[in-house]
C-alpha cells in the first residue's frame, strides 16, 4: 500500500525558513515523480514544484521560485522542501503527491501538513 | 500558463440527481485532464484520470469526458457520500495547473 507521510510544518514569522519532509513507502520510491502542492485555507490546490524519479528534472510555480527548492534521498525514501524568505501567502497545507512522471496525473496524496507564516 | 475554468463553483444537489461539472482549458491540452474529490478535512483523492479513464477503486458513477479544451465530470445518481469538492487538473506543460474547484452539496 502506498503511503505518504509529510512532516515539518509549523507556526514561522516572515521570512523565516522551514524544511519539509514526505516519507514514502508501499513503492519503488526513486521510479516515480513526485510533487508537492499546496492549499491555502479555505482555497483551492495550488501545484509549487515537481522533481522527476532520479532528481534530476526539477520544476517551480512562479510563486516560489527562488525561495523554495525541492528534492529527494531516494536512499531515505523522502522527499523534501525547502522553504525559505516565506511570506504570509505562503500560509496553507502542503500535500506531497505521487505521480509517474514529473507531468502526470497524482495518483496517491500524503495527508498534508500545515504551515502558518505569520508574526 | 494554462487556466482552467471550472463551472459551476457551486452546486447543491438531490440524492440520485445527476451531476455535471464542466471545466475548460485556456489552451488545448489533449487528454492531460485528471479530476480529484476532495472530502473536508482530507487530502485530494484521483477520480479519473487522462480525461475519461477510470481509476480502480472509484465507484462506476463517476465518469469523465472531452479533449482539447472543453471536459466534463458527470456523477450518475449522487450519493451522499459524494459531497466533496472537485477538482480539474491539467498536466499538459508546466506550470501544472488545477482549476478552482466545484462544491458539491447534498441538499
Redesign the interface.
Known sequence: EVQLLESGGGLVQPGGSLRLSCAASGFTFSGYAMSWVRQAPGKGLEWVSGISGSGGSIYYADSVKGRFTISRDNSKNTLYLQMNSLKAEDTAVYYCAKGVVTLDKLDHWGQGTLVTVSS | EIVLTQSPDFQSVTPKEKVTITCRASQTIGS?L?W?Q?KPDQ????LI??ASQS?SGVPSRFSGSGSGTDFTLTINSLEAEDAA?Y?C?Q???????????TKVEIK
Open positions: 492531460s485528471h480529484y476532495q487530502s485530494p483523492k484521483l484520470k487522462d481509476v469538492a477538482y487538473h498536466s499538459s506543460s508546466f506550470p501544472v495547473t488545477f482549476g478552482g474547484g
